[in-house]
């Protein structure tokens, strides 16, 4: 198990020197297991990968993996349910073993789970009653921490140890001591959102109050400001209206007399006109009568000789006295024949003379 030396003190006597130790068999194993998965977990660059991100606002819905009667667990979830403020916080279990050989590939395949229902929850909580180091060991597990460092929800442990720390414990988000410890991490962060809303609310109605205020001063300055330059624009327009009027009044009344005095001059001014006008008038009137008395006469007469000519050239070109001459009138279908192209054998022709009408039918046509 160990090499050692015994060697005599004068002041302290007979001692035992242990010079070397075979980690296989002691605790040292398992923290150099420990160390070896921590390195690997930060040379890949995933160490912080769940310390950092966001914590969710209002942790209520929660995905807890532990032993389903694990005392831990029930103390974890009566915590939640008691707590002071009356938060409703929503806790499904995830069971699995917390310790022996196959815990650390139960809580991976959990953790599989609650990723595929990863939309379900806001936080994932791991916790159980505590014990000893060699009990713990399935928290150092390399696939086991690998999960938790890259799981996509903050994970919070509340495993029970205070001397050992978990290479889960290192790579959740949070570790806490007790189940409990963790049950109180969630209802603190709801607590300080509470307070945050609250004293949101204070501050927007402190702000809303002072701006109200600002805005009513702002109003009334603005308000005395338009009642004085109101009431003085008044009192110049009033003044102005005032000289206006008198000024308006002068006008009108010089107008007015201009006025009469003009319309005195156009109206004799007119009354002559008016008069030569009618003088003028009266001769044109008296001329034109006198050509209206001679004038028809001679149109008269020249029109009833241009009838008497008219008469004359009907009477020549009338087609009875044209007959009487011995010509004759020919048509077909009513129609007068100028042509004899147009007429075909066969076709049955009229014939009017002076007395007379004859019907024939065309044998040759030149």
Known sequence: LFQAAIRYDVK??????????EPKYTIGLLKQERDQTVARLKAEGVYLNNKNLQFPI?????AAISAKDSRGYEDFVNKLVTNLYGYKFNVTLFTSLLQGDRASSE????LIQIYN??????????VRGGGGAI???CFNDYRLSRAVARFPLPVLTGIGHTTNISVVDEVAFADRITPTDAADFLVERTLQFEEFVDSLGVRISEAYLDATIAEQNRLQTAWDKLKIHTNQKIEDEFHLLSATATQL????RNLVKDFQTGLTLKAGELGYRVKNLVAIKNERLQSLTNKV?????KYLKQASELITQTESTIRILDPVNVLKRGFSITKINGKAIHNASVLKEGDRIKTTFYEGTIESQVNRSE
């Not at 008395?293 to 006469?297: D, E, L, N, Q, R």
Request: hydrophobic letters at 50%; aromatic letters at 4%; glycine letters at 4%.
């Open 12 to 21: 302290w006597g007979l001692n035992l020197i242990i010079e070397d130790i």
């Open 58 to 62: 209002v942790p209520l819905r929660v």
């Open 107 to 110: 809580m991976v395949d959990r």
């Open 117 to 126: 229902r990863r939309d379900e929850f806001d936080v994932v909580v791991i």
């Open 135 to 137: 009990d713990l060991n």
């Open 249 to 252: 009044n002068t006008i009108t």
């Open 293 to 297: 008395i001679s004038v028809p006469g």
